[in-house]
């Protein structure tokens, strides 16, 4: 089993942590990706969202994620995806998809929100 770990800066408090674990057939064939990775929930109060996963490779086999904390925008969009009469789930790593295009949608926002509020400011003195 191989296992890769990091730690990403986001911010003053922030981390994203991941860790992955790569199972190997005796024939070197890759078999399943396992791991977990927090994202930041709430960047005012750095609360985290959690996510585990493990991810078979081979033909025909589930892929299973648990996650804690969740937002609720992505949680709609997955809910919707497996509602649907679409196939959008089947997708290998569709679920981080939404979940990390909410997190850096919310990054976004908060890095903005500073900046809004200079502009009032500047307004104002004008």
């Given at each position: 089993?191989?296992?890769?770990?990091?730690?990403?800066?986001?911010g003053m408090q922030s981390l994203l942590v991941c860790a992955q674990y790569l199972s190997y057939h005796l024939s070197c064939l890759l078999l399943s990706s396992d791991g977990y990775?927090?994202?930041?929930?709430?960047?005012?109060s750095d609360a985290g969202s959690f996510v585990w996963?493990?991810?078979?490779l081979v033909l025909n086999k589930p892929t299973t994620y648990?996650?804690?904390?969740?937002?609720?925008?992505?949680?709609?969009?997955?809910?919707?995806?497996a509602t649907a009469s679409t196939a959008m789930l089947l997708r290998p790593f569709v679920i981080d998809a939404f979940l990390l295009d909410d997190s850096v949608q919310r990054m976004?926002?908060?890095m903005l929100q500073p900046r809004y509020q200079f502009l009032e400011d500047v307004s104002i003195l004008s």
């Amino acid at each position: 089993m191989h296992f890769l770990r990091g730690r990403i800066g986001m911010g003053m408090q922030s981390l994203l942590v991941c860790a992955q674990y790569l199972s190997y057939h005796l024939s070197c064939l890759l078999l399943s990706s396992d791991g977990y990775y927090q994202l930041c929930r709430d960047y005012s109060s750095d609360a985290g969202s959690f996510v585990w996963f493990s991810q078979s490779l081979v033909l025909n086999k589930p892929t299973t994620y648990v996650i804690v904390q969740a937002v609720d925008r992505p949680k709609t969009l997955i809910y919707d995806c497996a509602t649907a009469s679409t196939a959008m789930l089947l997708r290998p790593f569709v679920i981080d998809a939404f979940l990390l295009d909410d997190s850096v949608q919310r990054m976004s926002d908060a890095m903005l929100q500073p900046r809004y509020q200079f502009l009032e400011d500047v307004s104002i003195l004008s």
